[in-house]
């Protein structure tokens, strides 16, 4: 399953690529890209792990960058 996630209020190049790569290392993560300039991040994981693997990616991305909203 592959998915469009908008990150509310990223405001940093350098935290998106950082997001970009602690999510990927999350298991079951099959690609991830951080676009900073539009705001989103498009995550791909298989359909049956896909609800756990954003809810560890919600996690990552409030440790780097409490300020963004997530919207799945």
Known sequence: MKKIIKLQDLDC??????????????EGV?????????????LEAPDDKYDSVL??????????????TVKA
């Open 13 to 26: 190049a350098n935290c998106a690529a950082k997001i970009e790569n602690a999510v990927k290392k999350l």
């Open 55 to 68: 809810n560890e990616a919600k996690k990552i991305i409030k440790k780097i960058e409490p300020d963004v």
């Open 30 to 42: 099959t690609n991830v890209k951080v676009n900073f300039l539009s705001q989103k991040m498009e």
